[in-house]
């Protein structure tokens, strides 16, 4: 046996080997996603008093991160950039989730090979760092949803009556992802079965759902009498009905990134023990869950963003198989020390492709799951164009109010804090309700009618998802939306162009973009345009 003095340096060298191993990924794949800017614009309005809406004066509930929209609202009125703070939050909470499962791991038999080796995997995930950042809530979140297990599982160990900081955990977690009530309803179900076997009183889960209900319910309570609705208007945007085959082709597409496939027996394993099979069967069941659940709604656009929350109790249940074999003995095998050396050969093959895994490298059909490269190259030009914008508004070159209408409502909006509407519908009521006529991409589905567009006075229709370029867009007749045809205009700024379609007049445009050039569909100027 190791003295605790050897120990104690093992321990140290694992830490920093993790440190810097994480440290690594998170800086290969930092970036800030154009969809952050939405909970951004959110935060915006409440500081500048326009309360917790999209465009002021309408109250539609387009963030499914209410928590998290609460921070970064703190940050700007403490006067740090959202920009900043967000990744900043991120890192955080993915250094506080990997020291929380080292504690969890460490918690019965001390550190080993085990711990040391769930906390590379995680270290080396792209996954796992790339969306540390990314500006979203996807790291705090994982974080508290394993803070919360981790806390009932030390209540489940001491029988405790009052097993409040779990609920409470879970709560926030709830706050921040809708997707906290699935955990919370594992871990409820957990609790009444310590209940019905007498491990547990009756009044410890009263007590439990008690803390639970009054946080969950306070905000429900709050988005009936603030937004008029049960459900947030994302979730009419974004879910159509169970898909099957979409959210299974998304599960299918990261197994082959990561080859995780081969080592899924271990699963089987993980749930017989050794000593902590209660925890692995949890962990077990909330994996399960949760997948089931991505499985029915289609997965998620982005590479692999859902699955981030559930690679925690992944890994340590593929460890936990892992140590299942390297401890089986020679009475129950015959074949200890084959087991042993089977063992570090299935943990370093799950090391290397966990390492050497991820969105990219992965052919054949992505099933509309956008890697982290064009992720991270679309957000910057939009930030790019979003802040240009800002300063034309700001030195009085742009109007500081007018309709606009895009798909990608997330750096554009907020620097210009145009009234937006938003195409696919996640902060618009009326579009997210619009029935479907087929299956598209997942969570883009839906599109404003050509009608509606016209109804709202939008000026700005940024049709081709790039407002902003070197040369002016097509300024063609051909170009359709929703059956009909789209008028295109474009207008110069400086050594750039804005190309969009627009559903007002062209005397309209002249009055809202005094002096400057602005092409017609036949790409000539029209007469109007004075230069200033």
């Known amino acids: 046996m190791p003295s605790s003095r050897a120990r104690a340096g093992l321990v140290a060298l694992v830490c920093v080997v993790v440190a810097w191993l994480f440290a690594g990924n998170v800086a290969r794949s930092y970036f800030l996603g154009d969809d952050a800017f939405i909970s951004f614009r959110y935060a915006d309005n409440l500081v500048r008093g326009h309360g917790l809406a999209w465009n002021p004066g309408e109250r ?51 550190p080993d090979l085990g711990v040391a080796l769930l906390l590379l995997l995680l270290a080396t995930c792209r996954s796992f760092g790339a969306w540390c950042t990314g500006g979203l809530e996807t790291m705090f979140f994982t974080f508290l949803v394993f803070a919360a297990f981790a806390r009932f ?5 001491h029988a405790s009556a009052r097993p409040l900081g779990s609920a409470l955990l879970f709560g926030l977690a709830c706050l921040t992802r809708p997707e906290g009530l699935l955990f919370s309803a594992v871990a409820g179900a957990a609790l009444l079965l310590d209940v019905g076997r007498g491990a ?12 639970l209900s009054v946080i969950v319910g306070s905000h429900l309570a709050f988005r009936l009498a603030y937004y008029g609705e049960w459900l947030p208007n994302t979730f009419y945007a974004k879910v159509a009905g169970v898909w099957l085959e979409q959210g299974l082709g998304y599960l299918g597409l990261f197994a ?53 929350v559930v690679l925690p109790y992944l890994y340590w249940l593929l460890v936990a198989g892992i140590r299942r074999i390297r401890e089986a ?24 492709t966990t390492a050497l895994g991820g969105g990219h490298g992965v052919e054949g059909r992505r099933f509309g799951n956008v890697d982290l490269t064009t992720i991270k190259q679309y957000a910057k030009d939009r930030a790019r164009q979003g802040r240009l914008l800002r300063e034309l508004i700001d030195r009085g070159r742009l109007p500081s109010d007018l309709v606009a209408a895009m798909g990608g409502v997330g750096a554009v909006p907020y620097y210009t804090r145009w009234t937006t509407i938003d195409r696919r519908g996640l902060n618009d009521a009326y579009i997210a309700r619009l029935p479907l006529s087929r299956r598209g991409v997942v969570a883009h589905e839906h599109d404003a009618p050509w009608n509606y567009l016209s109804s709202r006075g939008v000026v700005v229709f940024d ?27 474009a207008i110069r700024l400086d050594d750039l162009y804005m190309t969009f379609a627009t559903f007002v007049s062209d005397e309209e445009l002249e009055r809202l ?11 000539a100027e029209p007469a109007a345009a004075a230069p200033g």
């Open 60 to 110: 539609v509930e387009g963030y499914t991160n209410f928590s998290w929209v609460l921070l970064m609202a703190a940050s700007l009125a403490g006067g740090i950039p959202p920009e900043f703070s967000a990744n900043v939050l991120g890192i955080a909470s993915g250094v506080l989730l990997l020291a929380t499962i080292g504690w969890l791991a460490s918690h019965r038999r001390g």
């Open 153 to 157: 599982v030390v209540e489940h160990e």
């Open 200 to 211: 547990r009183a009756p009044a410890a889960a009263a007590r439990w759902a008690a803390v």
């Open 256 to 308: 082959r990134s990561y080859d995780i496939a081969w080592f899924l027996p271990l699963l089987l394993l993980a749930a017989r023990g050794p000593g902590d099979a209660w925890t692995n069967r949890l962990f077990l069941v909330a994996l399960g869950a949760y997948t089931l659940y991505v499985a029915c709604v289609g997965g998620d656009r982005f590479e692999f963003r859902f699955l981030v």
């Open 329 to 352: 003995s020679p009475e129950e095998r015959g074949l200890g020390h084959v087991a042993r050396a089977l063992a570090v050969g299935v943990g370093t093959a799950l090391l290397a």
């Open 463 to 489: 049709a081709q998802n790039r407002l902003v370029g070197r040369t002016p867009g097509p300024l063609g007749r051909g170009r359709l939306h929703d059956g009909q045809p789209l008028r295109m205009r």
């Open 513 to 523: 973009f005094p002096g400057y050039e602005i092409l017609g569909a036949d790409g």
